[in-house]
């Protein structure tokens, strides 16, 4: 079985290819070029220095999000696209779990945090279990702040990774105990989605290319504009 | 580079350059297998306006369904598609990286180029579909919410842009004077249909340049219609709607008529979204007749945003210069490529 990785979530953007032997190739540029013109060419890059053709996938994966609503989309729409001409299903990701799942082997709290704009940020926490990690608390959107008042009410000690934990550096590190991950993992990876796709479509934890969502956690300003006037 | 095009040669084509999720299959330029549009006016009408990022999150929705309607209604599966479009501009950027991906993901699998399409020259495509045996050289009047330019085609891919909007377009005057009189969104039909209970005389808004040039201004008659209907606030909304609409339509039928007689013109075409209204088609066809030329007002479903336009515009794009890089984003500024 081979699953195609998308990943366009943050600044990165990512392909990789996968199966029973793990990663078979991997593409990821985190500047340069923008999504949409780097993407296509990515995957049929990693395509043909792996030697399989595109009728070999079986399964196509993507980061659905929280991140960047248009780096987002281009990822989705690619996926979508490419597993509806392919005549495979899908399997849809969080970004927040994919940043979490390559640091599993620390036993600390585990929070994966992304640069939302704005002065926010999108989290979850997540702690080590046997073969990955178990997420605590539900994908959400909030200021560095509160989330800092909430490692502080935690009390233990915590590992953030992720391009938002970089940022707010300052903030996060006020909370006691929390130390922040180098750039290293600051940015959720294709490698990480094929990796953990792979189970999933052991499980045939599939959707299909019309019922994957998008995890935007934030609505678009005017209708945050519009429920502020409809309360007013 | 010039590409050898079998036939038929049956091109898969996106849009979502704004508010319509569209796809269309179209062999040779013309022959129109199926056209499937998903509009999302009703998502936006409570804003008064298209809201770029409530239509971006739509399309990704919306796309895989359209493009699987299209397929099954021209009978094909992905194996008998030659070629892959899609809008690249101009548009909403996020709109329009949605059709970019998901035609270079198709064009990825099924093995065929892809091939990225200006929006505006699939506009002057559209009479094409309908009208395959068009001789240039043409006057095109193309008029939207987004652009009012009058387009001298001198052959596929060879157009000179004779004028242009140098405030409002055409279709944004009427969104703005509908909000105004409290019509709702969009206000192209609503005036429209208003319109014809009117009497187009009952007030003499201005024209703005009608004599001069080939460029446009439409910021003036909107002005001149809010401050009028503040002044008179009696006054029948049909007959502010009626006189509007003549004064606009005046203006557009004016200039076109006579860029067609300047550049001897074998006939005028209309595309873009207020290219459904239906005053400014009955003008434009008189207009036509007393002049001798042939007026070519593609069906209203050809004119608003689809995709069938898309791909007839990409058969030609394609032979003259052949499959579009797989790493060419989308360009929300993208001009018409003009000639000199």
Redesign the interface.
Same mark, same amino acid.
């Given at each position: 079985m081979i699953i195609l990785g998308i990943e366009t979530a943050t600044n990165q953007v990512g392909c990789a290819l996968g199966g029973y032997e793990g990663v078979l190739a991997s593409f990821h540029a985190s500047r340069g &070029?923008?999504h949409? =013109?780097?993407?296509? +060419?990515a995957? =049929?890059f990693v395509c043909k220095h792996a030697r399989i053709e @595109?009728k070999e996938i079986s399964a196509v994966a993507v980061d659905i999000g929280p991140g960047l609503? !248009?780096g987002m &989309? #281009?990822? #989705?729409? !690619?996926?979508?696209? @490419?597993a509806?001409?392919?005549r495979v299903p899908m399997i849809g990701l969080s970004s927040l779990d994919l940043l979490a799942f390559p640091v599993r082997h620390s036993d600390r709290l585990i929070a994966p945090v992304i640069d939302a704009r704005k002065g926010e940020v999108f989290t979850a926490l997540y702690r080590q279990v046997p073969g990955g990690v178990q997420r605590l608390t539900q994908y959400r959107i909030c200021t560095p702040r509160e989330l800092a008042s909430e490692l502080i009410a935690r009390d233990e000690d915590c590992l953030v990774v992720g391009d938002g934990g970089l940022r707010y550096r300052d903030v996060l590190a006020n909370a006691g105990g929390v130390e922040v991950g180098e750039v290293g993992f600051a940015y959720p990876s294709a490698s990480a989605l094929v990796e953990l796709a792979h189970p999933r479509a052991i499980r045939e934890e599939f959707v299909q +290319?019309?019922e994957l =969502?998008?995890l935007?956690l934030r609505k678009?300003?005017? =209708?945050i504009n519009?429920d502020r006037q409809e309360s007013v | 580079m010039a590409a050898e095009v079998p036939s038929p040669f049956r091109i898969l084509a996106l849009e979502t350059s704004c508010d319509e999720t569209a796809a269309a299959v179209v062999a040779d330029g013309h022959d129109v297998l199926s056209s499937v549009v998903s509009s999302q006016v009703d998502l936006h009408a409570r804003f008064g306006g298209v809201v770029p990022e409530l239509a971006s999150r739509a399309h990704v929705d919306l796309l895989t369904p359209v493009i699987a309607q299209a397929l099954v209604e021209a009978g094909l599966d992905g194996y008998g598609i030659h070629a892959v479009a899609a809008t690249i501009g101009p548009g909403l950027i996020g709109s329009l990286l949605v059709g970019v991906s998901a035609a270079k993901a198709l064009s990825l699998v099924w093995g065929v180029p892809f091939i990225g399409v200006n929006h505006l020259e699939g506009h002057l495509y559209a009479s094409f579909i309908e009208e395959p045996d068009l001789e240039p050289p043409l006057v095109v009047l193309l008029v939207s919410g987004a652009h009012t330019m009058l387009i001298a085609m001198e052959g596929p891919g060879q157009y000179r842009l004779l004028g242009s909007t140098i405030d409002d377009a055409a279709g944004e005057a009427y969104d703005k004077v509908a909000r105004f009189l409290g019509l709702g969104y969009p206000g192209g039909p609503v005036i429209d249909r208003l319109a014809m209970d009117g009497d187009p005389h009952a007030i003499a808004f201005p024209r703005a340049m009608k004599d001069e040039g080939y460029d446009f201004s439409f910021s003036g008659v909107k002005t001149s219609v809010i401050t009028y209907v503040r002044k008179q606030p009696d006054v029948s909304i049909a007959d502010v709607a009626a006189s509007f609409q003549e004064a606009v339509v005046d203006v557009l039928v004016t200039k076109t008529r006579r860029a067609a007689t300047e550049i001897g013109a074998n006939g005028i075409c209309l595309g873009g979204g207020v290219a459904a209204n239906s005053s400014l088609r009955e003008r434009l066809l008189d207009a036509c007749i007393a002049d001798g030329l042939r007026g070519f007002l593609p069906s209203r479903a050809m004119c608003t945003d689809n995709a069938a336009m898309i791909g007839a515009a990409a058969w030609w794009r394609y032979q003259s210069d052949g499959p579009t890089p797989l790493d060419v984003g989308a360009d929300p500024g993208l001009h018409l490529p003009l000639v000199g």
């Open positions: &070029r923008r949409a =013109e780097t993407l296509a +060419p995957i =049929e @595109m609503f !248009t &989309r #281009v990822g #989705v729409a !690619t996926a979508k696209a @490419m509806q001409a392919l +290319p019309w =969502e998008l935007y678009s300003d005017a =209708e519009w | -």
